[in-house]
């Protein structure tokens, strides 16, 4: 395997293309709806007419071969993650309902195959990350502005490029939380709940790197080792005592930090086990329950609660800072130093057993989908 990650930072053009994947201005499947129909190219995509349960709305249909207009690059999928806001999205549940009929799917990795004549930018044979929308699918063909390219990257393990394929989405949303709400110190103590996640996991390696120290609340056994070996300082099962084991596991150090995702009672754990002037940020409600909270806390504590949303980041933030926070996590993918779980992988003909494999519990790794896949 031969890797070369040739710039510290993305281009401003990587940049504003990732832009538009998060913002009013993406680039929607129904892009890619207009060229669909019955034919024997063997390309398929997803595809859902009206929300409801994945595994009974999703479509798979088959892709009418187009020619590339001015601008345009085709790009084959090699893998595209599932993400719990992909689930929420199809069964109508999530933040923002999709525009349908809609082709899931929010992020992935791919590799050109043809490009137009006008582009300068892009060649065949690159790799280019998936930030148009509609990513479950064996091919596509969008403006090259749609994607970011990995100039001189070249991957042979496909381990590596299923890593990249989740580039974006869990690990920028760790860097973040990490980042952007306290200074955090060599040797201080943060919290999380739902650990054992992609964000969690990726959450523990940066953390680590930083010299940071981990408590990491997940809600069954089995899971201490791998966390443990992605450089967790701790990890407790998650439980009405819970605040109690955290100041028993930090000898009574200040959490100056928690970051939940689950909700309900456990983002009460969270927040009494925070130190004075302390800070939570919660990105979710896996638990489904509404967050319990004393207010006592925040009164007589100081404490600050904030939430976290990766689209409203990319909405609000300027250039700058999104050129400086993916330059501290595409190195790493790139490098091996950065990496997630990976559960199992489906083709997109597959997309019914996938969608349930990713619903269930227990799981504790991402589903992939993996055009060909066998």
Not at 126 to 151: M, Q, S
Not at 340 to 367: C, F, H, L, M, P
């Amino acid at each position: 395997m031969h890797i070369s990650y040739p710039c510290e930072k993305p281009s401003t053009l990587q940049l504003l293309a990732l832009t538009l994947a998060f913002t009013a201005t993406v680039i929607t499947s129904s892009f890619y709806a207009a060229s669909a129909g019955a034919d024997d190219s063997g390309n398929k995509y997803i595809e859902f007419s009206r929300v409801g349960d994945p595994a009974e709305v999703l479509e798979v249909k088959d892709d009418v071969p187009q020619a590339l207009q001015s601008g345009e690059i085709r790009v084959d999928v090699l893998a595209s993650p599932i993400h719990p806001s992909n689930l929420l999205q199809i069964s109508g549940n999530y933040g923002t309902a999709a525009k349908l009929p809609s082709t899931p799917g929010s992020e992935g990795i791919g590799r050109v195959t043809e490009v137009s004549s006008d582009v300068p930018s892009i060649s065949v044979g690159d790799l280019v990350l998936l930030t148009v929308g509609g990513t479950w699918r064996d091919e596509i063909v969008a403006p090259a502005k749609a994607f970011i390219p990995l100039p001189g990257l070249e991957v042979e393990d496909p381990r590596l490029i299923e890593q990249l394929s989740m580039t974006v989405i869990n690990p920028l949303t760790a860097h973040l939380m990490l980042s952007n709400f306290v200074e955090l110190n060599e040797g201080d103590w943060i919290v999380q709940s739902a650990a054992n996640s992609a964000v969690g996991g990726y959450l523990v390696q940066l953390a680590k790197a930083r010299g940071i120290k981990t408590v990491n609340v997940v809600r069954r056994e089995g899971l201490a080792e791998d966390l443990m070996a992605k450089g967790a300082t701790v990890v407790l099962i998650d439980g009405p005592d819970l605040a109690e084991r955290i100041a028993v596991a930090t000898e009574k150090q200040p959490v100056v930090l928690a970051v939940d995702a689950v909700g309900g009672e456990t983002f009460a754990r969270l927040a009494t086990s925070l130190a004075k002037e302390g800070t939570l940020v919660t990105y979710g409600v896996m638990s489904g329950q509404p967050a319990t909270f004393n207010p006592a806390l925040s009164i007589f504590n100081d404490l600050t609660i904030r939430g976290f949303w990766l689209s409203r980041w990319f909405e609000t933030s300027s250039l700058q800072e999104k050129q400086a926070a993916l330059g501290k996590v595409i190195p790493r993918i790139a490098s091996g130093q950065l990496k997630a779980n990976i559960d199992s992988r489906y083709s997109v003909s597959e997309i019914k057993q996938a969608v349930t494999r990713a619903g269930e519990r227990g799981r504790n790794g991402k589903v992939l989908i993996v055009p060909g896949h066998q």
